[in-house]
């Protein structure tokens, strides 16, 4: 079975600060992705990388930015979080034509 | 402006009926489809997929239909299922390997048993 691991369940942090958000697959999957689910609005596409250290921006990437050193590891930074990123981000890979999600991190920025 | 619309943010059914998700969308170079299935605490599923060339896909219970002139694509379930009880969240991607898949806002489907 395909996994898709995400670092932190919950995470509580404030206006300003730098967050990292860790994602590692384990099935060589070379398209990795960044959504955040809000809402009424659906997952709306972050950045995807479909190789190491390559990198496309999505639907909403303003104030988030991404690194993929390694292949089985995509993480999605917040340069200086702000209220309106509070929200829960999901990170998938894909294979087989489809995604594979993460449990998710629900991010509350106070 | 969204391109892909779940215009009904919650549907209840009894268990043992046919549930009817639906889906509208506007950008006519969307070619394949996908339904996701949602349960709290946990990442979207993959559920069932169809691809322009068809206008039905089934698996099982769930069958997707896909109306091509009037973007829309609806998700049955029959018979429905406790077990089904999920956010339900539909998508759409222009090419088979479209890495942009752009989601919907969700339905919530509950089933009662």
């Known amino acids: 079975d395909v996994k898709v691991t995400q670092s932190s369940r919950y995470l509580v942090k404030r206006t300003g600060e730098k967050v990292f958000l860790e994602c590692v697959q384990d099935?060589?999957?070379?398209?990795m992705f960044w959504y955040r689910q809000d809402p009424g609005l659906g997952l709306r596409l972050i950045y995807f990388?479909?190789?190491?250290?390559?990198?496309e921006k999505g639907d909403i990437p303003e104030g988030y930015s991404v690194s993929r050193e390694k292949k089985e590891r995509f993480s999605l930074i917040l340069e200086s979080a702000s209220t309106n990123q509070t929200s829960m981000y999901l990170c998938?890979?894909?294979?087989?034509?489809?995604?594979?999600f993460g449990s998710g991190t629900q991010l509350s920025v106070l | 402006d969204q391109q892909v619309k779940q215009n009904s943010p919650s549907l209840s059914v009894q268990e043992g009926r046919i549930s009817i998700l639906n889906c509208d969308y506007t950008?006519?170079?969307?070619?394949?489809f996908l339904w996701y299935k949602k349960y709290p605490a946990e990442g979207p599923t993959f559920l069932i997929s169809?691809?322009?060339?068809?206008d039905k896909n089934e698996d099982g219970r769930f069958t997707v239909f896909l109306n091509k002139s009037a973007k829309h694509l609806s998700l049955h379930i029959v018979p429905s299922q406790p077990g089904d009880s999920a956010v339900y969240f539909c998508?759409?991607?222009?090419?088979?390997?479209?890495?942009?898949?752009?989601f919907g806002a969700g339905t919530i489907l509950r089933v009662k048993s």
């Open positions: 990388s479909y190789d190491v250290k390559m990198k």
């Open positions: 950008n006519s170079m969307f070619d394949y």
């Open positions: 169809i691809s322009s060339i068809k």
């Open positions: 099935m060589d999957h070379e398209n």
């Open positions: 998508a759409a991607s222009v090419g088979f390997y479209g890495n942009k898949l752009v």
């Open positions: 998938a890979s894909r294979g087989d034509e489809k995604l594979f």
